[in-house]
């Protein structure tokens, strides 16, 4: 992109594209702004229904990852046109269209494509108080971080592509998955939250430095601390992993430093793309175990995992 034209100074775009938040934030008055994102994936799991639901899922999110509040959603799909029923579409937005049902979003419209390769998502617009929005850029040294959900959702997929993964093991990964932002969201509206992103493709490692040098600081992880799906670590070991593993290390290159004490598997995982993960916030020391407290009740996986430091050599350091 750094081809592209600049784009002329606009004084009410709060959150843009260059700090990669996760959705951008335009102001429309003191006290109103809107929050706009778009996300669309093949498939990453068998039942069409269930791929409906996540793609929403995984789409809300990144409004519920600037504290904002969905309000419409425009669905996006690539499919082809023969070779594949077309009931399973009808699926896979049937799920999608119970998904926004239940969180209060509203269908407005949508763009199919005739393609061989199965895509789908949503283009999710929300509202917010421009004065209480988290993002990338809010950490500041002495917060700890705090994840709410398990990682792993990867290499699960891969491992259902396999035939690897078991039914407890792919039941578990869809439950996290389909475990919506909105409760984080809100709690991250209690405590003022001001630094804030969702784990989705780019991976907790991927996420984690976009924060840190967003922010300015170094953020350091305990890798011991991070909470794994069942049955992820196993099929990490025994190679399932996704093409994000290699572009993944890639994108952040070497401005992460793992120690050597880190168990290698565990460093796969931490670099794992994720669909519908969780929130990774950002908050002061003395406030941490109130707002665990409050994510625990929807997010019982809910694990500090991290600090943020001064700056330093690294933007992350892995421990």
Known sequence: MSGLPKQPHDPNLIVGFDKADDAGVYRLSDDLALVQTVDFFTPIVDDPYDYGRISALNSINDVWAMAGTPITALAITCFPKNGVDPAILGEIMRGGMETLNKYGVTLIGGHSVDNEQIMFGYSVTGVIDPNKVATNSGARPGEVLILTKPIGTGVISTGIKKAAASEAIVAGSVETMLTPGKFAAEAMREFEVKAATDVTGFALLGHTWEMACASGVTIEIDASSVPLLDGAFELAAAGMLTSGDKTNREYVGADIMLSDSVNQTIARLLFDPQTAGGMLIAISDDRSEAL????????????????????????????
């Open 292 to 319: 665990l407290y409050e994510l625990r009740k929807h997010y019982p996986r809910a694990q500090k995992i991290g600090r943020v430091r001064e700056k330093g050599q690294h933007s992350v350091v892995v421990k």
